[in-house]
T-cell receptor, first 115, second 111 residues
Framework: DTAVSQTPKYLVTQMGNDKSIKCEQN?????MYWYKQDSKKFLKIMFS???????INETVPNRFSPKSPDKAHLNLHINSLELGDSAVYFC??????????????FGSGTQLSVL | SQQGEEDPQALSIQEGENATMNCSYK?????LQWYRQNSGRGLVHLIL?????REKHSGRLRVTLDTSKKSSSLLITASRAADTASYFC???????????FGTGTRLQVFP
């Protein structure tokens, strides 16, 4: 009964392809996030959604499009993949948004390799 | 850059020794969090310390916070091989739920 689960764990694809990563949380949290971790382990927020509404959209290319069909799911679709998109993408959730006081629960990550 | 800095970048110790990691951040905060990341896994929350707290304990973990110096430290006492992981501090950006993570410290504990 994994709290935050994301699939796939590994994704290897060619440049120019379109791919999606799925994320689901069973914690009943209202807020979900996508973070990107590069090869140097720097972790940076990409998006956050609160109850299906986009709250944070960092300076991310519009090739990245998050979609939240309901508050338990936040998927990430990436168009026209580029070499620089290779990274580990983490989904996370938290309970009380907007106060900066709540801890994040992370998924186990999706390692994306663009060849 | 918004990112906080952690030092050391890497730390190697023997089992039983204590490990201390430091974090410096750039803006005023209302709390600071520490996370652990095992190799190939997601981050796991360890401890949260609020801006009006100076020290907090959780098991073998001790966290201090000095808001005047914008710095925090994480002490792991009596380390174990299972403590081998990367450790990150994180601070909220203003009153938002956007967490800014530090650069991380890679801890290796040898049996």
């Amino acid at each position: 009964d994994t709290a935050v689960s994301q699939t796939p764990k590994y994704l290897v694809t060619q440049m120019g392809n379109d791919k999606s990563i799925k994320c689901e949380q069973n914690l009943g949290h209202d807020t979900m996030y996508w973070y990107k971790q590069d090869s140097k382990k720097f972790l940076k927020i990409m998006f956050s959604y609160n109850n299906k509404e986009l709250i944070i959209n960092e300076t991310v290319p519009n090739r990245f499009s998050p979609k939240s069909p309901d508050k338990a799911h936040l998927n990430l679709h990436i168009n026209s993949l580029e070499l620089g998109d290779s990274a580990v993408y983490f989904c996370a959730s938290s309970q009380f948004p907007g106060q900066g006081n709540e801890k994040l629960f992370f998924g186990s990550g999706t390692q994306l390799s663009v060849l | 850059s918004q990112q906080g800095e952690e030092d050391p970048q890497a730390l190697s110790i023997q089992e039983g020794e204590n490990a201390t990691m430091n974090c410096s951040y750039k803006t005023s905060i209302n709390n600071l969090q520490w996370y652990r990341q095992n190799s190939g896994r997601g981050l796991v929350h360890l401890i949260l310390i609020r801006s009006n707290e100076r020290e907090k304990h959780s098991g073998r973990l001790r966290v201090t916070l000095d808001t005047s110096k914008k710095s925090s430290s994480l002490l792991i006492t009596a380390s174990r091989a299972a403590d081998t992981a990367s450790y990150f501090c994180a601070t909220p950006w203003g009153n938002t739920d956007k967490l800014i993570f530090g650069t991380g410290t890679r801890l290796q504990v040898f049996p």
